[in-house]
């Protein structure tokens, strides 16, 4: 399992792992994971939620992903797992976890450009006469879903029931009971967002994830955990990777890094030049515990006296 804060580089490190011939990466698998939750009002999850028939189910998901796909391990990418980690270890108790993190500030200003240019998309789409934009967007959609059975699976889900077909409502629309939201949907999302700005719920958003891994990582088994920082990956991507492969007990073939696409090693610290005083005087309260916590900072100094 991949677990990180949404735009933290785990799509990257999803990928560079699919690189590998015995392993296989699916990109947010909502579907399977959300099956028995469509409805639910927020996306964290207790080791209460997994019931028997939940277990089976996405065990049984996974386990027919892998038969179908023919690789040996799965990897599973989700940012929204940061906030639901007894749930996943209650259903896969035999799991490894890669964390991954990244600067909050950095992430944030990714995640709130996420909102704006898919929002705006979104608006745009979901106008009657786009159709053709609309299905080339369920197009690449659906090339995410690498067998047929997960683009099956994942139609259905958000179909949903035949009795919603009617309202002609978006499964984001459902979720978030509004014309769009994007991201993780904390516990009491609801009473934060009309109160707030998007930056500040942005942020939330992230320090959410970030305390859900801090608070849980610490029940999964030794040995099971592997931790690295996306700025890490970036600039010494091949000792890191090492590192991670001989972790999940599986060694690198010999064409491996010349596979490997490029990798931008200077996409950090891009949240100084991009967002104000004012701006840091908002996040920092929200957000500077957990980058000291990460190493990021020493002090709350870094908005204090700005």
């Given at each position: 399992?991949?677990?990180?804060?949404?735009?933290s580089g785990?799509?990257?490190?999803?990928?560079l792992?699919?690189?590998?011939?015995?392993i296989?990466?699916?990109?947010?698998?909502?579907?399977?994971?959300?099956?028995?939750?469509?409805?639910?009002?927020?996306d964290?999850?207790?080791?209460?939620?997994?019931s028997?028939?939940?277990?089976k189910?996405?065990?049984?998901?996974?386990?027919?992903?892998?038969t179908?796909?023919?690789?040996?391990?799965?990897?599973d990418?989700?940012?929204?797992?940061s906030?639901k980690?007894?749930?996943?270890?209650?259903?896969f108790?035999?799991?490894?976890?890669?964390?991954?993190?990244?600067?909050?500030?950095?992430?944030?200003?990714?995640?709130?450009?996420?909102?704006q240019?898919?929002?705006?998309?979104?608006?745009k789409?979901?106008?009657?006469?786009?159709?053709?934009?609309?299905?080339?967007?369920s197009r690449?959609?659906?090339?995410?879903?690498?067998?047929?059975r997960?683009?099956?699976?994942?139609?259905?889900?958000e179909?949903?029931?035949?009795?919603?077909?009617?309202?002609k409502?978006?499964?984001?629309?459902i979720?978030?009971?509004?014309p769009f939201?994007?991201?993780?949907?904390?516990?009491?999302?609801?009473?934060v967002?009309?109160?707030?700005?998007?930056?500040e719920?942005n942020a939330?958003q992230?320090?959410?994830c970030?305390?859900?891994?801090m608070?849980?990582?610490?029940l999964l088994p030794?040995?099971?955990?592997?931790?690295l920082k996306?700025?890490?990956?970036i600039?010494?991507p091949?000792?890191w990777?090492r590192?991670?492969?001989s972790?999940?007990?599986?060694?690198?073939?010999?064409?491996?890094?010349a596979?490997?696409?490029?990798i931008?090693?200077q996409n950090s610290?891009?949240?100084?030049h991009a967002?104000?005083?004012?701006?840091l005087k908002?996040?920092?309260?929200?957000?500077?515990?957990?980058?000291i916590?990460?190493?990021?900072?020493?002090?709350?100094?870094?908005?204090q006296?700005?």
């Amino acid at each position: 399992m991949i677990i990180g804060p949404p735009r933290s580089g785990t799509t990257l490190l999803g990928n560079l792992l699919d690189l590998h011939p015995k392993i296989s990466t699916i990109i947010e698998p909502y579907y399977i994971w959300d099956h028995h939750f469509r409805n639910s009002p927020h996306d964290q999850m207790s080791e209460q939620d997994a019931s028997d028939p939940i277990r089976k189910q996405i065990r049984g998901s996974f386990g027919r992903y892998l038969t179908d796909i023919g690789a040996d391990m799965v990897v599973d990418k989700s940012p929204r797992n940061s906030i639901k980690i007894p749930f996943i270890k209650a259903v896969f108790p035999e799991a490894y976890f890669v964390i991954i993190m990244r600067d909050a500030r950095d992430t944030i200003l990714s995640i709130q450009r996420q909102w704006q240019s898919v929002g705006a998309a979104f608006s745009k789409y979901r106008h009657k006469k786009l159709l053709k934009e609309r299905f080339i967007i369920s197009r690449r959609w659906l090339a995410q879903r690498p067998t047929w059975r997960l683009r099956l699976q994942s139609i259905l889900f958000e179909l949903g029931p035949l009795q919603n077909w009617p309202k002609k409502n978006f499964l984001n629309q459902i979720r978030w009971q509004r014309p769009f939201g994007w991201g993780p949907r904390f516990e009491g999302w609801q009473d934060v967002i009309d109160r707030v700005s998007l930056l500040e719920f942005n942020a939330y958003q992230w320090a959410h994830c970030a305390r859900g891994i801090m608070d849980h990582t610490t029940l999964l088994p030794k040995g099971r955990v592997f931790t690295l920082k996306y700025e890490d990956l970036i600039a010494e991507p091949e000792p890191w990777l090492r590192r991670l492969f001989s972790f999940l007990g599986t060694d690198l073939p010999g064409s491996y890094y010349a596979t490997m696409p490029p990798i931008w090693s200077q996409n950090s610290q891009k949240w100084p030049h991009a967002f104000s005083s004012e701006e840091l005087k908002t996040i920092g309260p929200i957000v500077s515990k957990e980058l000291i916590t990460w190493g990021y900072e020493k002090d709350e100094s870094w908005y204090q006296k700005i």
